[in-house]
């Protein structure tokens, strides 16, 4: 075996290439596909819906998650007879290459994303704190969900979605639109949506209340727990914030629970230095949110959102969307 060369032989004897990085570690020359810690059900779907969209044209990918699955995203998974991606810690220990969906910023992904290349990303969000070293194909599309323009790239492609990946997408959505009451959902989100619900053959309103449903039982987690399960940070400024969502049919049962998530909370903003952690209740039936406010910056949110704090908590009518409601009055206030 001629170690020299890079190629490298199984039991098969057929050719597979591998190169080695600087401390000599083999790699696989496959590329893995994921989305952003504390996956939502966007992120798990979304990465396993490319991954399958991608082996179809005869690339060697995997989709991975770098987080707990959550109990919505059990549902749509068990419902429609999928396993859920595997678990990683580090992508730069196995492969050289990856694709990021449903997320861009750093302190959302893999935390040695520097140690790789990035070849795509596939996202709905804004664009903040990312950059690479090589030229990428980048598709991001104000749309209310990742799923809806996979949905496209399938069309592009010329392949077809199996009802497992189309029955993924339409849950995608509905979480994503919180049954297409969120103001994030566009005309494009619910057209996707149509056409994915007769491939995977569910009524989407059904399906939807039951999917949400299953992911509002909160019974069995811990504060640690609910406040992890949909985090995200985000540089706002010179400000560290992140902003956790837990969705409830049930405002109450979430804030019965206030003093021990606080003191979770106080732990989280200790440990990450952060000046502001937003834990936002929303009730999926109601279409509003309770905000509870943790750190050195709690005044920014009466500020952002003209509001008054009772205590370090406040309601917000109408409010549903981290990523269009809740982030831009504060990135705008934190400047």
Known sequence: MDYGSNLFYNRNGQDILHTLDKERKIFVSKTLIFGHKNPDTDTITSALVYAELKKALGEEVEAVRLGEVNGETQFALDQFNVDAPRLVERVSDEVEQVILVDHNERQQSAEDIDEVQVLEVIDHHRIANFETKGPLYYRAEPVGCTATILNKLYKEKGQQVSKPMAGLMLSAIISDSL?????????????????????????????????????????????????????????????????????????????????????????????????????????????????????????????????????????????????????????????
Request: glycine share 6%.
């Open 179 to 335: 049954l297409f009451k969120s103001p994030t959902c566009t005309d494009e989100d619910r057209k996707a949506a149509e056409e994915l619900a007769a491939i995977a053959g569910v009524d989407a309103e059904e399906y939807g209340l039951k999917m949400l449903k299953a992911g509002a039982d909160i019974s069995d987690k811990t504060a640690e727990e609910l406040i992890s399960l949909d985090a995200k940070g985000f540089n706002m400024g010179d400000k560290k914030v992140e902003i956790a969502q837990v969705n409830t049919v049930d405002t109450d049962d979430v804030l019965s629970r206030k003093s021990e998530l606080e003191a979770a909370i106080e732990k989280n903003v200790s440990e990450k230095d952060l000046d502001l952690f937003l834990l936002v209740v929303t009730d999926i039936l109601e279409s509003d949110s309770t905000v509870v406010a943790v750190g050195n910056e709690t005044e920014a949110v009466a500020k952002a959102f003209e509001t008054e704090l009772d205590g370090n908590q406040a309601v917000l009518k109408g409010v549903v969307s981290r990523k269009k409601q809740i982030v831009p009055p504060l990135n705008t206030y934190f400047g």
